[in-house]
């Protein structure tokens, strides 16, 4: 029972915040997933996530413009664009690496659901987003389990210590 308790709290970490998902696995020693099994369940989680913001980001998205247009009216004028920074930089990987961008950057920068609240914005094929989605999360979970594995760490600071013992 509390082993399924421990992989049901990795795969709804890995659902929202992908990168938190292999630290926690291996935040303490009663976590005693094995290599494939944490990147099974940080897959799933990531994916679960996928899912759930890709099918829930349309009426996110409605539910938004419909508060803006209520909350802050314009009076038959056309709303002025702000183009923030982190708006800037989106639209720039956007321009320049497409869905395969966004998607790569998602379980790092970006998270789940801001990375599939953009792609839905950007992409109508969701059985592309899916897959590109899959593809990184993938990389990702065998990119971050194999450091903690390579470095033999069982929490982060941990692998703090052994990334810097071993640079030395």
């Known amino acids: 029972m509390e082993k399924l308790i421990k992989v049901i709290l990795v795969i ?28 099974f369940y940080c897959i799933a989680g990531g994916m679960l996530g996928v899912y759930v913001f890709n099918y829930f980001s349309k009426p996110v998205i409605h539910f938004i413009e419909m508060c803006k247009h209520k909350l802050f009216p314009n009076h038959g004028k056309k709303p ?5 920074p982190h708006n800037r930089r989106v639209v720039k990987i956007w321009k320049q690496y497409g869905l395969a961008g966004i998607a790569f950057l998602t379980p790092v920068i ?8 953009i792609a839905a914005k950007l992409v109508h094929n969701k059985k592309k ?3 590109y989605m899959f593809i990184s999360i993938t990389f990702w ?3 971050f389990t194999g450091t903690f594995e390579f470095m033999h760490a ?3 600071h941990q692998l703090k ?3 810097f013992n071993l640079l030395k």
Do not use: R
Not at 13 to 30: D, E, H, L, R
Not at 111 to 117: A, E
């Open 12 to 39: 709804l970490i890995s659902s929202v915040k992908f990168v938190a998902g292999p630290p926690f696995a291996y935040y303490n020693q009663s976590y005693d997933f094995h290599f494939f099994e944490t990147i």
């Open 80 to 84: 002025k664009k702000i183009f923030t």
């Open 110 to 117: 970006l998270s789940i659901p801001i990375g599939n609240i």
């Open 129 to 131: 987003v899916f897959l």
């Open 141 to 143: 979970a065998f990119a």
């Open 154 to 156: 069982t929490n982060l």
């Open 161 to 163: 210590e052994s990334f």
